[in-house]
């Protein structure tokens, strides 16, 4: 089955770059989606189909994937970024939602 | 704007059932797939079930198959969880969520506590 590995935290300055991973062990041509959560609070769609980014959501937000692992990129992190984001794919095979275990993001 | 408010969670013994709701306005809910996705304390994000536009195709989770039953009932756009045998593993907030592009999830509400009796 699907699974997808996020690491549990990552830290960034204000102004700096980050980066969070997400391994799959299955990635084929499918998207790779990303949630932002803040405490509290309903997760919020930050990227969907690996790139685009839903109205709303800053141009500082980014996302590739190559070969089995995808990653979301803040540029220019902001303290309002700091807050647990998750990956999801979604498998046509046994018609499944998979979310990853989620990073909290800490702007120091 | 999009609007999805869940309803019916509290406090249950194990064992018992719980049916939970999800109120739809702000879009045409009858060609939307739907989810509904949980969160236990201080954990990650769980899919656990999701339906087609017309509620003729649903999907579970293995942990909660044979357990839970998504359904909708387009003419009062309102989406359901119906959870039967419930386990105090079941302890989560749980979210509808609308299908968006690619698989994703592109609406959440606000979740609904569900909660276990000692």
């Known amino acids: 089955s699907y699974v997808l590995t996020q690491p549990p935290s990552v830290s960034v300055a204000p102004g700096k770059t980050a980066t969070i991973s997400c391994g799959g062990n299955m990635f084929g041509s499918e998207g790779v989606h990303w949630y932002q959560q803040k405490p509290g609070q309903a997760p919020v769609q930050v990227l969907y189909?690996?790139?685009d980014r839903p109205s709303g959501i800053p141009e500082r937000f980014s996302g590739s994937k190559s070969g089995n692992m995808a990653a979301l990129t803040i540029s220019s992190v902001e303290a309002g970024d700091e807050a647990d984001y998750y990956c999801q794919i979604w498998d046509s095979l046994v018609h499944h939602l998979v979310f990853g275990g989620g990073t909290k993001l800490t702007v120091l | 704007q999009v609007y999805l408010v869940e309803s019916g969670g509290g406090v249950v013994q194990p064992g018992r059932s719980l049916r939970l709701s999800c109120a739809a306005s702000g879009f045409t809910f009858a060609i939307s797939a739907m989810h509904w996705v949980r969160q236990a304390p201080g954990k990650g994000l769980e899919w656990v079930a999701g339906i087609s536009h017309d509620g003729t195709e649903d999907n579970y989770a293995d942990s909660v198959k044979g357990r839970f039953t998504i359904s909708r009932d387009n003419s009062r756009k309102t989406l359901f969880l119906e959870m039967n045998s419930l386990r105090p593993d079941d302890t989560a907030v749980y979210f509808c969520a609308r299908d968006g592009a690619g698989g994703s999830l592109d609406s959440w509400g606000q979740g609904t506590l569900v909660t276990f009796s000692s």
């Open positions: 189909s690996t790139s």
